[in-house]
């Protein structure tokens, strides 16, 4: 089945760093690809998604790029905020079960 | 907008009850998905419902099983709580059962005493 790694966190940044979280995945085909984020206490937000080979995901100042030669799909930011402090998880779309796969999620402090 | 919501927040129960955990959709949404996301690892599949019927399964015993209602509502049961049944359970939505964009709820958190 489908598999992600991810890099191991924590991953502690100062305020204003830059970010890149690493994410490769094992699947089927070309599956849509996510990020989602997880802030302490609370479930799942979704960040972006890319459904094509070469397209970009972004939003709120947070992108990743669909690279298929490479079946990755890395987190970047340019500058991190301490209110970004949570954990991130790459999540490919397993067309067959039509469920996510997840990793084991990454956790970034961002210190002030 | 109403996203996804779930109840109760927290549960306790002991090891052998049966439990019943209850997820809405975001409004216009007609499929339900649940995750099981044990301390510090990432969520994982247990299974989908679609129009009342369950249409996908992960790699989970039945003692896992759910329900759909008419309204897209959705139940999540437990039976025969295992230490190991202890996780923060997650409902997804999504329109379709094909659609690759899920919507989380903010989760139940079970613990098995």
């Known amino acids: 089945g489908d598999s992600v790694t991810q890099m191991e966190g924590p991953v502690t940044l100062s305020e204003e760093a830059c970010l890149t979280i690493?994410?490769?995945?094992?699947?089927?085909?070309?599956?849509?690809l996510f990020w989602y984020v997880q802030y302490p206490g609370e479930g799942l937000q979704l960040l972006l998604k890319?459904?094509?080979?070469?397209d970009k995901g972004s939003n709120k100042g947070f992108e990743a790029t669909y690279r298929k030669e490479t079946t990755s799909f890395h987190l970047e930011k340019g500058s991190v905020q301490v209110s970004d402090s949570a954990v991130y998880f790459c999540?490919?779309?397993?067309?067959?079960?039509?469920?996510?796969?997840f990793g084991s999620g990454t956790r970034l402090q961002v210190q002030p | 907008d109403a996203g996804v919501t779930q109840s109760p927040t927290h549960l306790i129960k002991t090891r052998g009850q049966q439990v019943t955990l209850r997820c809405s959709p975001k409004?216009?949404?007609?499929?339900v998905s649940w995750y099981q996301q044990a301390l510090g690892q990432g969520p994982q599949f247990i299974f989908q419902?679609?129009?009342?019927?369950?249409?996908q399964r992960g790699n989970f015993p039945d003692r896992f099983s759910g329900h759909q209602f008419p309204n897209y509502s959705s139940e999540l049961n437990v039976n025969a709580l295992l230490l190991g049944d202890s996780a923060l359970y997650l409902c997804?939505?999504?329109?379709?059962?094909?659609?690759?964009?899920?919507?989380f709820g903010p989760g139940t958190r079970l613990t098995v005493l």
């Open positions: 997804a939505s999504s329109l379709g059962t094909f659609t690759d964009t899920q919507y």
């Open positions: 690493n994410c490769t995945y094992t699947a089927t085909g070309y599956p849509s």
């Open positions: 890319a459904t094509k080979a070469d």
């Open positions: 999540a490919p779309w397993d067309t067959g079960r039509r469920a996510l796969t």
């Open positions: 409004s216009g949404h007609d499929t």
């Open positions: 419902y679609y129009e009342e019927e369950e249409r």
